[in-house]
């Protein structure tokens, strides 16, 4: 049987109270009432038979329901609007979910829902679904309809990005990110074309609704991504103003991969929620492979530059590190061998950082690096965004608890695609390795068991001296030179500064010509691996990084090169056997 995380099981006598109608009945899915159920129901559905049994709580227990929603094999099983399912196609979304196939036809219904599902399992396209689908049912479709709030910035604008890419031949219909760095004249302009959809995170969505420019009488949907998050950002002030803008009767939808109290709290104002714990069931299916590699904190940087250089790890990675100065720690000691990466700084704007995940995502950098910080409300790389074609989750540093691993290991193995993660545990990390263990059996969300990433450390003995030099060179100074570096670029593309450095030239002259104190020194040498120290095991696994030949100049008329170049002809100079001249002491004498 599947467990109710947030309340009791149901029984008879809720399930008879379930079927009373939590939104309108304007609604033509709802039913108005019990006794007229048959009837309204008779007079709604189309004659031919749904491919997506209607789901009556009294007759349907929630494991039958999650039962039926496995069997669904694509979405127009589902019923949706053919326009939905022409964009779904274009996306290339291969089928539902599990928390698609059981989300959407709830929220058709005009239920409450609250769905813990685990992390990169489709949360957004179930309530992104579920909301154009209802706003497809109204003829018209009324503006302020949907309210959808996130915990970050840049969470809203991957939402918004999704809403769009479902609403490509949706013309009706629009949707309004109030929290994005626009200023405020065009973001009253968009909300005076009274978007359908609003994305925010919940103080954005109070200012304007304080200010007069959104209004929220006629809102139907109201939905909450990542709802823990928003309380552990100290967004509980903000959405106790904003629920007091609500109207009396409103649909709500919450979803996450974990639940706090303050989110239990938040369903007592529900009106029935539907239980939705998809965690034990996702596992089972889930395509994950967790490793460990037992090692010290000195074989930390050793066993990453043999992971790496000799393609160990293939695919996409994401390196997963304790603080924003040991990101740039990682990256410098990369880049002595040549292994490009990013780093997410927190620092940056929240545009920076969509820009870099934007670039990982299409190709530019293979790895990225980063941290779990919990303290930025602007973004939150191991929850909620959105990285694609993740294969590799590198835990670098052990995570503080087992939440924070499972929203890291959530970002690869997503939807019906495969993944692995591999944790550098050194013995300080054993005490959390083993309540992380405990973590896990108890809430069932790994089906997987950890398996030791064997690994020979003496066949690699003879890159310690690369990696203790390369780790040497970066020092506390080239650090703060690689950040200072990041927000000085920052600062010259910055949009809002335009005006600033139109009439004082001379500021953005100096902040150009800025030259680091200390720079780092990348050493040639590195960026090859000599092939005595491969092991033999992995000859030919290695992929060398040659410097490109300069182009030469070439004088078409006489056939000679000239420039710097050191070819043939300056060869043939020094040699004495072809000159016939011997350069000694500063006098050449000729032969005779």
Not at 314 to 321: A, S, T
Not at 383 to 390: E, K
Not at 475 to 494: D, F, G, H, L, M
Request: aromatic share 8%; proline share 6%.
């Amino acid at each position: 049987m599947m467990t109710v995380a947030l309340e009791e099981p149901i029984t008879e006598d809720v399930k008879d109270e379930v079927s009373e109608p939590t939104i309108e009945p304007t609604e033509p899915s709802v039913e108005p009432s019990t006794e007229d159920a048959t009837t309204e129901q008779a007079a709604v559905e189309p004659t031919t038979e749904p491919a997506y049994p209607a789901i009556e709580p009294a007759a349907v227990t929630l494991d039958e329901h999650i039962l039926t929603a496995k069997k669904i094999k694509s979405f127009k099983e589902l019923l949706l609007d053919d326009r939905l399912v022409k964009a779904i196609a274009k996306v290339r979304w291969p089928k539902p979910t599990l928390v698609q196939a059981a989300t959407v036809p709830l929220v058709k219904e005009g239920r409450d829902v609250i769905a813990k599902s685990s992390t990169g399992s489709g949360k957004t396209g179930a309530y992104a679904l579920s909301a154009l689908q209802l706003l497809l049912t109204q003829s018209p479709p009324l503006p302020f309809s949907v309210l959808v709030l996130v915990p970050t910035k840049t969470l809203a604008v991957q939402t918004t990005k999704v809403f769009q890419n479902l609403m490509k031949w949706c013309s009706q219909l629009s949707v309004v990110n109030v929290s994005s760095s626009t200023n405020m004249n065009t973001l009253k302009t968009a909300l005076l074309r009274d978007p359908h959809i609003i994305v925010g995170t919940p103080k954005g969505a109070l200012s304007v609704v304080t200010e007069g420019h959104l209004k929220l009488g006629d809102l139907a949907l109201l939905i909450m991504d990542e709802a823990d998050l928003q309380f552990s950002y100290g967004y509980s002030v903000d959405l106790s103003e904003l629920r007091q803008h609500f109207p009396p009767v409103l649909q709500t939808v919450l979803m996450s991969a974990t639940f706090t109290n303050d989110v239990k709290d938040l369903c007592i104002h529900l009106n029935n929620p539907v239980n939705l714990d998809l965690t034990a069931a996702q596992t089972k299916e889930s395509k994950l492979e967790q490793y460990l590699v037992k090692c010290s904190g000195e074989d930390k940087f050793l066993l990453l530059y043999t992971l790496l250089k000799l393609n160990l790890l293939r695919g996409k990675n994401i390196i997963f590190v304790s603080d924003t100065n040991r990101c740039y720690r990682v990256k410098l000691f990369m880049e002595q061998f040549s292994l490009p990466s990013c780093v997410l700084n927190f620092e940056l704007p929240a545009n920076s950082v969509a820009h870099a995940i934007d670039q990982f995502n299409r190709g530019v950098y293979d790895t990225i690096i980063t941290t779990d910080d919990k303290q930025n409300k602007d973004v939150n790389v191991s929850r909620g965004i959105d990285f694609q074609n993740v294969d590799n989750i590198l835990n670098f540093d052990f995570p503080l608890d087992p939440q924070s691993y499972v929203h890291r290991v959530g970002r690869t193995a997503r939807g019906f695609a495969s993944g692995c993660s591999l944790s550098f545990i050194t013995p300080s990390c054993e005490p959390k390795l083993a309540k992380l263990k405990t973590h896990l059996s108890k809430t069932a969300e790994q089906c997987n068991e950890f398996k030791p990433f064997n690994f020979n450390v003496t066949a690699i003995e003879g890159f310690r001296y690369r990696c203790i030099d390369a780790y040497r060179a970066v020092t506390k100074v080239a650090i703060s030179e690689a950040r200072r570096k990041e927000i000085k670029q920052e600062i010259i593309n910055s949009e809002k500064l335009k005006t600033f450095f139109s009439e004082n030239p001379k500021d953005l002259e100096l902040l150009r010509h800025d030259k680091v104190i200390r720079p780092l020194e990348v050493k040639e040498h590195l960026s090859t691996v000599p092939d005595y120290l491969v092991p033999s095991a992995l000859k030919g696994s290695v992929t060398q990084v040659r410097k490109r030949k300069r182009k030469q100049d070439v004088d078409y008329s006489t056939g000679k090169r000239f420039g710097n170049y050191k070819g043939q002809d300056s060869r043939k100079k020094r040699d004495p056997l072809q000159s016939f001249k011997y350069n000694k002491k500063g006098r050449d004498d000729e032969n005779e």
